[in-house]
Every structure is written in C-alpha cells, then in structure tokens.
C-alpha cells in the first residue's frame, strides 16, 4: 500500500491495542505501543531509500528482503526492543506483541498489490503479487480516516477498529470474489491460459488485466464485470543472438525481468545503434505501456545508455537515454 495508507494503519492498530487490557491499564505501555504500531507500520519501506540509488537496483529491491519472513521477525524485535530502551518499565511482551502485529500488517496487505512483495523468502524468491486490491485504495483510506476521527470525538478507539477491520476484511473477500469470476470468464473464453494478471486502478469498477496464452498476450480492461481486449500481441521468445545476449547482461533489463512476469520485447535498428526495448503489459495507462526497460546498443554489442521504470512520454525516455548518438 501507499505511505498514507500505512500511516493510518499504523494509528488503527494502535487503537486497537486499547483492548489488551495490559495497554488499557498501562498508559506508558499505551504511549510505547503506539510508538510501535506507527513505526512497525512504515519500516518494512526503509528500502525505498534505494532509490536514490537507481532505478535498476530499486526495482530489484523493493519489498524483497525487508518484507520477507526473517525480515518480519527482525522488524519486530528490533524495533520493540529500541523502543523499550526509551520505555524500559513497560511490559516487553505486549510492546514486541502490537509492534509485531504492525510489520506484519504492513507485509500483509502489501501482497494484495499488483506490485507485490516478495513475503515468502527464504522459502522462494517469487513475487506474491494476488492483484485485487489497488496499491491505493480510497474506500480503505477513508474507512481508517473515519476511524480516526471517530476516535478524537470521543468513540472507543478499540471497538472502533476492531469494527472498522471487520468492514474492510469484507472489502477484501468482495474483491477477491470480483476477480476471481473475472478470471473464470477469461478461462472459460481463451484457450492454453498460462497466466492471468490483474492490476486494479483506483476506480472500483475499473481493472487492468494481461493474458498470457501459449501464443499471444491479451491486454484489457475490466469495467462493472464487462471485459475489454485493447491490445493483442504474438508471444516471441528471445532470440539466442549476441545482440539479445548483452542486452539482457545490462543492470537496468536484469532488474526489469526479475520484476516483470508479463512482457513484449522489440529491437529497433537506426543509423548509429539498436535499441532493445521490454514493455511490461501489467500498467497500460492512457494507451501507453509506462513500465519499460531500454538498452541501446552499438555495432560491436557494446552498450551505449539503458534505464528502467515508469516513463509517460517518449521525450523523456530519450532525454534518460542521454547517451545514445545523434
């Protein structure tokens, strides 16, 4: 989920907390868990600062090893355990407990993203991307927002969100059902489905959705259960050329394919160099693929400028590839 999103789960699950009756009886306990509920909620996002790195290493990066299962358990201790220096008459168990419960929040609701995480380490490398809730969900931001303010009003904060996560696991299991009907229909319709993956958007009724059969893709778009093809494209594998083969040896395209489940490639050749260019099909948005990898390429194969990510205009792609001949 989005930084917002975290942060008002964060205060939620510190409300909640009021209904272990060590925290209602324990105001310091109260104060250090709810340290520990807005800080558990953000951390497993310390690898964001990767980016200031680059975009290669970013991609490769977020939500890997800091949302995997050893990370969970390191969230936990180490972040209650700094907060009980500051705290130190308070009761460890119950601060480590609601602290705990936060990071794993965090990573929790994080799987549901058509991003995704990869949650499951050590025990594979996967993305666990299940693609039904969107990376910002309004109807979850503001249900916690409510929350809140109920909560400043004078309402039982404990009561409050335990009522409020009740209402939202309901939202969860609506649209779990919603795209698992969209995914029998595309099964029912195609033949030699390999992979369906869905990317809500921020509108309810609207979804993304990229078809992987044996011989094409298919990308499209949901809208109130009515499904759409917009593009269609032959499956090509890569070719064994040296060309393909350095390219593929660049940071930024390595990065690229450890993310991207669902993608095309094309190779351009111009006067001065070859570009090499994989578009992933999860993210078409106002009939442009923005999620892209780029490697030019000179005669002798060797590489001239690449770069990976989200781009809006071919302008700025080439203003990115500022190493590429005129």
Do not use: C
């Not at 340290?35 to 909620?41: H, K, N, R, Y």
């Not at 201790?77 to 794993?104: E, K």
């Not at 499209?220 to 494209?233: L, P, S, V, Y």
């Not at 050749?269 to 570009?275: G, H, S």
């Amino acid at each position: 989920m989005d930084t917002g999103t975290h942060t008002v789960m964060g205060v939620a699950l510190g409300g909640l907390a009021t209904l272990d009756p060590a925290v209602q009886q324990d105001p310091m306990l109260f104060n250090a868990v709810f340290v520990g509920t807005m800080i558990g909620s953000q951390a497993p996002d310390l690898d964001t600062v990767l980016k200031l790195r680059n975009n290669a290493v970013y991609i490769r990066n977020h939500r890997g090893i800091t949302h995997s299962i050893p990370a969970i358990l390191l969230w936990g201790i180490g972040l209650s355990g700094g907060i009980f220096a500051f705290y130190p008459q308070v009761d460890f168990f119950h601060l480590w407990l609601w602290t705990f419960l936060a990071v794993i929040l965090h990573v929790l609701v994080d799987v549901f993203n058509a991003y995704g995480t990869q949650a499951y380490r050590p025990f594979t490398k996967r993305w666990v991307a299940y693609g039904f809730i969107n990376t910002f969900d309004p109807y979850i931001f503001l249900l916690h927002v409510v929350g809140i303010i109920a909560w400043l009003l004078g309402a039982n904060p404990g009561y409050t969100f335990l009522i409020l996560y009740f209402v939202i696991i309901l939202y969860y299991l609506k649209r779990y059902f919603d795209k698992r009907q969209m995914v029998k229909e595309i099964q029912n319709y195609y033949t030699n489905v390999e992979q369906i993956v869905t990317s809500p958007t921020i509108r309810h009724n609207i979804w993304r959705i990229a078809i992987t059969t044996r011989d094409h893709f298919y990308v499209g778009r949901a809208e109130n259960g009515h499904i759409e093809i917009i593009d269609q494209f032959y499956r090509k594998p890569l070719p064994d050329i040296p060309l393909m083969d350095k390219a593929i040896q660049d940071e930024n395209l390595a990065a690229f394919l450890s993310f991207s489940p669902v993608y095309r490639w094309e190779v351009d050749e111009f006067d001065d160099y070859t570009e090499v260019r994989f578009i992933d099909l999860r993210y078409r948005s106002k009939g442009r693929y923005p999620f892209v990898a780029v490697v030019t390429l000179d005669d002798d194969h060797n590489i001239l400028s690449s770069y990976t990510g989200w781009i809006f205009s071919e302008e700025k792609l080439q203003k990115k590839l500022d190493a590429v001949p005129t």
